[in-house]
């Protein structure tokens, strides 16, 4: 899943020189969102966990000692992982499994642009 963020015009700030262009609110809360999910070490942890297994999914079962917390916390986390769309999760039997999302790389490569998009850039594409 790739995001597309459109930045904003520029304007002038107090001291009339030109403002530089960047998100507007709704995209600085979509970029939030994504970042805010990996805001936490443990989140971070868990989808490298996630990510380095030679399976490709990781039982939920499996994730509670690496981090040292509970199941209920780790599931809070891997609900908030997903919700952000950076893993997929999958039912089997009693156990949720979870692996990385298909379009979570591009999804953060995209948050991190649109975050630290350059003026020259944000101009360009203004004009265009």
């Known amino acids: ?3 597309s963020l459109p930045l904003v015009g520029t304007t002038s700030d107090a001291c009339g ?5 960047g998100l507007g609110a709704e995209q600085a809360g979509a970029v939030a969102r994504t ?4 805001s936490d070490p443990a989140r971070v942890r ?3 966990i996630i990510a380095a297994a030679p399976e490709g999914d990781a039982c939920i079962c499996d994730l509670t000692e690496p981090v ?6 780790v599931s809070h986390h891997m609900k908030l992982l997903a ?4 893993v997929t999760r ?6 949720a499994h979870y692996a990385v999302a298909p379009g979570a790389r591009a999804l953060l490569a995209a948050s991190a ?6 003026a020259d850039v944000a101009g360009a594409a203004e004009r265009s």
Do not use: I
């Not at 040292?68 to 916390?73: D, E, F, R």
């Not at 919700?83 to 950076?86: K, M, P, T």
């Not at 642009?113 to 350059?118: E, K, N, V």
């Open 1 to 3: 899943m790739t995001t």
């Open 17 to 21: 020189r030109p403002a530089a262009a």
């Open 35 to 38: 970042f805010k999910a990996l």
């Open 46 to 48: 868990l989808l490298s």
């Open 68 to 73: 040292g917390l509970s199941q209920p916390t």
């Open 83 to 86: 919700e952000a769309g950076l």
């Open 90 to 95: 999958e039912q089997r039997g009693r156990w």
């Open 113 to 118: 642009d649109a975050a630290l998009q350059p």
